[in-house]
């Protein structure tokens, strides 16, 4: 019923930029946070970015000026403009969203990758 469908990840070389797309659909969401964590092999997942329903952001000392968290209210997304990528960010990205109400819900991951 609830989804997280996210788009966007791929191939790309290092100093390059990927735009990722996190669409819901299901239920009306009281959401007071969504963005975007990460995950490289072997290691916890980690926060990349995260943006409050009043528009205040969290980056990740690593992406602070290279990643921008974004949302659209209207189309239910939540968006992370990746730019000046390095081979470090190569990892599964994960949208995750957090309800008011306490619950959390997380995309199935799409993977990024970063030629050096």
């Known amino acids: 019923q609830v989804q997280l469908v996210e788009s966007g990840g791929g191939l790309v070389q290092a100093g390059g930029s990927l735009r990722l797309s996190c669409v819901t659909s299901g239920s009306i969401f009281m959401i007071r946070s969504r963005g975007w964590y990460r995950q490289h092999p072997g290691k916890q997942r980690e926060l990349v970015a995260t943006i409050t329903s009043d528009g205040n952001t969290n980056y990740a000392d690593s992406a602070k000026g290279r990643f921008i968290v974004s949302k659209d209210n209207g189309k239910r997304t939540v968006y992370l403009q990746m730019n000046s990528l390095k081979p470090e960010d190569t990892a599964v990205y994960y949208c995750?969203?957090?309800?008011?109400?306490?619950?959390?819900?997380w995309g199935q991951g799409t993977q990024v990758t970063v030629s050096s």
């Open positions: 995750y969203f957090q309800l008011y109400g306490g619950q959390h819900y």
